[in-house]
């Protein structure tokens, strides 16, 4: 049998076309010609549907819904699961280095202040870890050093400050003092000084502390330096009047 509806080909047993549900009574009874045994004959149709005839209906229909699953993983994006991107430390910002800097500082001042030394000191170095181009945490970290007679420590301070913080005319007036008072190079601590006076020249203690030098070294070459009115023995170096025929050092006679 043929559906006039569909247009598609049937067994003889096919009463009702599966895809539109139309009678194939006329078509039964155009081809034989008994239309009460095909009308009868069609309406019980449905209910004697075999099993095979089901299965012939889901294997028309496979393909059609294979090609729709087709059709649609073909048409839809490709589902990724995405992970949120996972973020590597940031570095530390300068805001927040110098932040953290101050808090080291003010709390070195605070145990400064109550003769803990040692604790201020570590807070005066932990800001400079924090941030070494700033020069209060070495200016404050070398003085404390120099209350506490560690000369050595507040010399290494000090030049670490010009090193990595930049020339700084209080680095060079502490670095003067400690060439003069502790390790008595007073050319050293002439030329640090001066470099104090060139970089701030209205720095008071610099200026004060190189008259003082100055003063110094001029009274130590007035002790050294032999008088006029006296020569020295030519066998022990040592200072006699002019015009001395005897040493009266070692006791030799003159020539």
């Known amino acids: 049998m043929k559906c006039t509806n569909c247009n598609i080909e049937f ?9 539109c549900f139309s009678e194939l ?54 589902y990724k699961e995405e992970k949120p991107p996972q973020e590597s430390p940031k570095p530390l910002k300068l805001s927040s280095a110098q932040q953290l800097a101050q808090e080291c500082l003010e709390r070195g001042k605070e145990k400064e202040a109550k003769g803990q030394f040692s604790e201020a000191l570590i807070e005066y170095l932990e800001a400079i870890k924090y941030n070494p181009k700033w020069k209060e945490p070495y200016l404050k970290g070398g003085e404390l050093l120099l209350k506490t007679g ?54 008071i203690k610099a200026k004060e502390a190189l008259e003082n030098l100055e003063k110094i070294l001029l009274d130590k070459a007035a002790i050294t330096k032999p008088s006029l009115s006296t020569i ?24």
């Open 11 to 19: 067994g003889d047993i096919i009463t009702i076309c599966p895809y």
């Open 25 to 78: 009574g006329e078509e039964v009874q155009k081809t034989t010609g008994d239309t009460s045994k095909s009308t009868a004959f069609s309406r019980g149709a449905i209910s004697i549907i075999s099993d095979s005839t089901l299965e012939f209906l889901q294997i028309r229909e496979q393909p059609k819904i294979a090609e729709i699953a087709t059709e649609i993983t073909t048409t839809l994006p490709e």
């Open 150 to 203: 560690d000369y050595n420590q507040a010399y290494k301070v000090f030049i670490d400050l010009i090193s990595k913080a930049g020339k700084d005319a209080d680095a060079y007036y502490y670095l003067g003092r400690i060439s003069s008072d502790y390790k008595k190079l007073y050319d050293d601590a002439r030329q640090f000084y001066k470099l104090a006076l060139n970089y701030k020249p209205d720095h």
């Open 232 to 255: 020295r023995c030519p066998y022990c170096n040592g200072q006699i009047p002019a015009g001395s025929k005897f040493c009266g050092k070692c006791g030799r006679k003159l020539l």
